[in-house]
């Protein structure tokens, strides 16, 4: 039976989570998980996924028992943060009493994330930065799980990283997943972006060859001529 692993893109459907004008951090993080999902898939790696469209998402609850049901060896809730427009960096959040191996596999996310570009490293953190214990991706879950920040939504730069890197990033997310349940990540052929020029190399002899034919057609015509005259 193929190791499962649960991606929860946050937000959806009426809940557009933090914005930055027509940017909604719904679409970027529904996005991600559809990269990254066949990523795992190519590893053999099983994916169950909260959503795969633009629609208003169940309860935590009922998505954290989804991943309860089917069995997943993990479950990460994938989401961009929101703040003034300075803050930037990339975060992973577990719960507020997780365990050391809980916050091992957590790392394994970030460490894969920051290795793609600078940015700033807010590291593995334990409950919320709100004014309550825990998120509940990580209360209602049976397996160890995380909530990633990739990034401020409300930072020009982290915006620019999000879609110039967001291949790496997507990779770097299923690199990191596999680490955690124990896949040996094989990283796959990337498809050419188009057919290239071919160079044609005549070799020297057959060069030769050619010049002096085309030349004693030239002289062929040039007497030719002449005798036309």
Same mark, same amino acid.
């Given at each position: 039976?193929?190791?499962?692993?649960?991606?929860?893109?946050?937000?959806?459907?009426?809940?557009?989570?933090?914005?930055? !004008?027509?940017?909604?951090?719904?679409?970027?993080?529904?996005?991600?998980?559809?990269?990254?999902?066949?990523?795992?898939?190519? +590893?053999?790696?099983?994916?169950?996924?909260?959503?795969?469209?633009?629609?208003?998402?169940? #309860?935590?609850? %009922?998505? *954290?028992?989804?991943?309860?049901?089917? !069995?997943?060896?993990?479950?990460? $809730?994938?989401?961009?943060?929101?703040?003034?427009?300075?803050?930037?960096?990339? $975060?992973?959040?577990?719960? $507020?009493?997780?365990?050391? #191996?809980? /916050?091992?596999?957590?790392?394994?996310?970030?460490?894969?994330?920051?290795?793609?570009?600078?940015? +700033?490293?807010?590291?593995?953190?334990?409950?919320?930065? +709100?004014?309550? %214990?825990?998120? !509940?991706?990580? /209360?209602?879950?049976?397996?160890?799980?995380?909530?990633?920040?990739?990034?401020?939504?409300?930072?020009?730069?982290?915006?620019?990283?999000?879609?110039?890197?967001?291949?790496?990033?997507?990779?770097?997310?299923?690199? !990191?997943? *596999?680490?955690?349940?124990?896949?040996?990540?094989?990283?796959?052929?990337?498809?050419? %972006?188009?057919?290239?020029?071919?160079?044609?190399?005549?070799?020297?002899?057959?060069?030769?060859?050619?010049?002096?034919?085309? +030349?004693?057609?030239?002289?062929?015509?040039?007497?030719?001529? %002449?005798?036309?005259?």
């Amino acid at each position: 039976m193929a190791i499962k692993i649960c991606l929860d893109p946050g937000h959806g459907g009426n809940d557009p989570g933090a914005l930055l !004008g027509k940017r909604y951090e719904k679409d970027d993080v529904l996005r991600l998980a559809l990269a990254v999902k066949p990523l795992l898939e190519a +590893q053999g790696v099983g994916v169950v996924m909260t959503r795969t469209d633009d629609k208003t998402v169940p #309860p935590i609850a %009922e998505r *954290c028992q989804m991943a309860n049901n089917a !069995g997943c060896a993990y479950y990460l $809730s994938l989401h961009r943060d929101a703040a003034g427009p300075a803050a930037h960096g990339i $975060s992973l959040w577990v719960h $507020s009493r997780a365990n050391d #191996p809980t /916050v091992r596999k957590a790392q394994y996310i970030l460490d894969e994330l920051l290795a793609v570009t600078p940015t +700033q490293n807010r590291g593995v953190q334990k409950g919320t930065p +709100q004014n309550y %214990e825990n998120f !509940g991706v990580n /209360v209602y879950t049976t397996m160890a799980s995380a909530l990633l920040e990739l990034g401020f939504i409300t930072n020009a730069d982290d915006n620019d990283r999000f879609d110039r890197y967001f291949d790496q990033y997507a990779e770097a997310i299923a690199r !990191g997943l *596999c680490k955690i349940v124990g896949v040996d990540y094989k990283a796959q052929d990337r498809p050419s %972006e188009g057919p290239q020029d071919e160079t044609i190399t005549i070799p020297r002899k057959d060069w030769n060859t050619l010049c002096a034919a085309l +030349q004693a057609a030239v002289d062929a015509l040039r007497k030719a001529g %002449e005798g036309d005259g």
